[in-house]
């Protein structure tokens, strides 16, 4: 009796021990996976609420979507890789505005292909962590069944993750950014730039 | 004794022959002798278009380095560059593959950063841009706007 009693213990706790390593894989393959998915999904959801399509709720859909991306994008790091070379010059004034501008400037570009969302699957393709940095592989499916390789590159910031960096279809866009705004800065100014930066926002 | 210095003055004439062809030879062939004044730094990019050794890697427009090796990484395209020890490369700098016009010679081009961190010689260049695919993108076009 006592040895069945045993055997049974034996079993359960081999069988406990596997729904552990089941559960364990569930929850750490992937941390950096489950975070970008985490965004995506509240977009998604976001995007896709039919009570949320009504013309007056625009801006709250608009705000609500912002409020998703800001949690998971470092503001920061992206504006001051664009600027690169150019951000130490900067007092902390000029650095504030320059964030806020590029993130307005990203969200007018952006946020309409965002909203124009209509059903599109998101294949979440695999992860590299390599110490405070790390990548999540995207592949976005159309309507037309062609995929779309969206690469997002993260910093890990205190405990958490945050995206610096997104690549489409390998073009990354810090760097297109900073081809620009590097440019314009060596022809005439960064005064220039923000002027720029200011009526692109304000036509928005 | 007269023998013998002109037989030492056409040695030593030789010998010296022989140094300067070995020194044209280094120069013009960009050999590098004991490492010269240049360090690496790896990128792995993962579409390299088809880059050699000896491509050039550009700042700016300007030739700095050149590609010193390529080879297959976990399936992806791992580049050695090798650049002037004067140059600093920022850990936040950007390289990307592209081509000197529509079907020209690919090379390696570096965007600079703005990071007080420095690649080390020896250490990898994390942000990378692979090779734009021509092809691909004017397929994406005709089959279906990406």
């Known amino acids: 009796m006592a040895r069945r009693i045993g055997m049974m213990t034996i079993g359960s706790a081999f069988i406990f021990f596997l729904i552990l390593i089941g559960l364990q894989e569930k929850v750490f393959a992937g941390e950096l996976t489950e975070k970008v998915k985490d965004t995506t999904d509240k977009i998604i959801a976001i995007v896709s609420n039919q009570e949320m399509k009504q013309p007056d709720k625009a801006a709250e859909r608009k705000r609500l979507i912002r409020q998703a991306i800001d949690e998971r994008f470092d503001w920061e790091e992206m504006a001051r890789r664009t600027l690169a070379r150019h951000w130490t010059g900067r007092n902390d004034t000029e650095k504030k505005e320059f964030i806020f501008l590029f993130g307005k400037l990203l969200e007018r570009t952006y946020l309409d292909k965002v909203e124009g969302y209509s059903g599109e699957k998101v294949n979440y393709e695999g992860e590299t962590i390599d110490g405070d940095y790390g990548t999540v592989k995207v592949g976005i499916m159309t309507t037309q069944e062609k995929s779309i390789a969206v690469l997002y590159r993260l910093k890990k910031k205190g405990p958490d993750w945050f995206v610096y960096d997104i690549s489409i279809e390998g073009v990354s866009l810090i760097n297109n950014y900073r081809t620009q705004f590097n440019s314009i800065i060596t022809k005439s100014s960064f005064q220039d730039l923000m002027k720029r930066l200011r009526t692109n926002v304000e036509e928005g | 004794m007269k023998k013998f210095s002109i037989e030492m003055t056409v040695g030593l004439f030789m010998v010296a022959g022989i140094i300067c062809l070995g020194y044209l030879s280094?120069?013009?062939?960009?050999?590098?002798?004991?490492?010269?004044?240049?360090?690496?730094?790896?990128?792995?990019?993962?579409?390299?278009?088809?880059?050699?050794?000896?491509?050039?890697?550009?700042?700016?427009?300007?030739?700095v380095g050149t590609v010193k090796e390529v080879t297959l990484s976990d399936y992806q395209a791992r580049l050695v560059l090798s650049l002037p020890m004067d140059l600093k490369v920022q850990e936040d700098a950007i390289a990307s593959v592209k081509t000197k016009g529509l079907i020209g010679e690919k090379y390696v081009e570096i965007t600079p950063g703005g990071s007080e961190d420095i690649i080390k010689p020896g250490g990898r260049l994390r942000e990378t841009q692979p090779a734009i695919d021509l092809e691909q993108l004017i397929s994406g076009f005709v089959f279906g706007k990406i």
């Open chain 2, 26 to 63: 280094i120069r013009l062939g960009k050999l590098e002798v004991m490492g010269g004044n240049s360090y690496e730094i790896t990128a792995v990019f993962s579409n390299s278009g088809g880059i050699k050794t000896g491509s050039s890697v550009v700042i700016a427009g300007v030739d």
